[in-house]
């Protein structure tokens, strides 16, 4: 059973371009990551393996890039199969939406479970790039 979720819409002050080139690279994404977080991951600029304990072992890739407004990622080796897209649009010079969309394949009963949780990680990813400052796509 697919759940499916959408984050709220926000904004950052940063061309849509250069958050599209700082989202479009691993290496970059995940220093948004708390430290505890990033211990756990295997990064290179086209994929991210995470070892998440008892959930097991598995890997994010890019599957889509629209320069300069879609990012779609997906899993390989997951028990359940997700894809993440972060939409981008430029609505004025530096003034670029942002908008996290988040399907899970899970069951009846897990779905159920895990909504709350899915809906608040894909609005606290999108507060996350909402708030990344145009020094740090430079870096």
């Given at each position: 059973m697919?759940?499916?979720?959408?984050?709220?819409?926000?904004?950052n002050e940063c061309l849509d371009v250069d958050l599209f080139n700082f989202l479009s690279d691993f290496t970059k994404f995940t220093r948004l990551l708390p430290p505890e977080h990033q211990a756990n991951l295997e990064v290179t600029p086209e994929e991210c393996k995470i070892n998440a304990g008892v959930m097991g072992k598995f890997t994010l890739r890019y599957i889509?890039?629209?320069?300069?407004?879609l990012i779609k990622i997906g899993t390989e080796g997951a028990k359940e199969?997700?894809?993440?897209?972060?939409?981008?649009k430029n609505v004025d010079a530096y003034d670029t939406r942002i908008k996290v969309t988040?399907?899970?394949?899970?069951?009846?009963?897990?779905?159920?479970?895990?909504?709350?949780?899915?809906?608040?990680?894909?609005?606290s990813l999108a507060d996350g790039i909402s708030r990344i400052p145009a020094y740090v796509m430079k870096t």
């Open positions: 697919s759940l499916k979720v959408e984050s709220k819409i926000v904004k889509e890039r629209e320069s300069p407004k199969a997700l894809t993440l897209w972060i939409q981008l988040i399907s899970l394949e899970v069951g009846m009963m897990a779905k159920m479970m895990v909504k709350g949780k899915i809906q608040q990680f894909a609005d």
